[in-house]
């Protein structure tokens, strides 16, 4: 069996789209962004959910919620993904850790560590999903309005994906390759990055 983290992200993608369309889950509203988060004028942060459409009926629903502590790239809040596939359930749950935040481009990369993993999907049991490890993702904030293209994001990726060990790392290496490769647009909700 190739395990997902054995393979580079661009071909899990590939992956989840081959197999059958999942249903995808409804967020608990327990899950949803902590609109507190979203005053403006305050320290960076990341807020959003809805659901992302990686094509052929592949929905995957998330909820974010990630603002600064301090100096430096610590932030706390909480993330969700959750979707079904081929029958099997891939839902992940963690704290938000790091953020780091380019508000003139939209972007922002969030890390957290994983509190509950409730997938079945084989790819995602392995020693790198646990609980207590770390998890993480990019978003990219499109603007607002009806001219505004949709906001977009990853599915999150785990340690050794694209050279990465910990969410510190993903956050701080702020990689963003040219033409948002790897990213998805959201089919619902928004995603607000602000500086």
Known sequence: ?????????AAAVVVLAACDAPTPTALDTQDA????????NGPDRATG???????GGLMVGFSLSAIQKGP??????????????????????????????DESEGRA???????????????FTTPIHAVGKDIWFRVLDSGEG????????TFVG???????????????AQIWPDDNARTVPQASGNIQVKG
């Open 109 to 123: 990369w969030i890390g957290g560590v994983v509190t509950q993993n409730n997938s079945t999907h084989p790819n």
């Open 146 to 153: 009806s001219g505004a293209e949709p906001d977009r994001s």
């Open 1 to 9: 069996m190739i395990k997902l983290r054995s393979i580079p992200f």
């Open 49 to 55: 959910g809805g659901f992302l459409d990686f094509g």
């Open 33 to 40: 962004p902590d609109l507190a988060l979203a005053v403006s």
């Open 158 to 172: 785990f340690e050794g994906g694209g050279g990465i060990i910990t969410s510190a790392e993903y956050c701080g």
């Open 72 to 101: 430096g790239l610590e932030a706390k809040g909480q993330f969700r993904f959750s979707v079904e596939l081929g029958g099997f359930p891939i839902e992940f749950h963690a704290t938000t850790t790091c953020l780091a935040v």
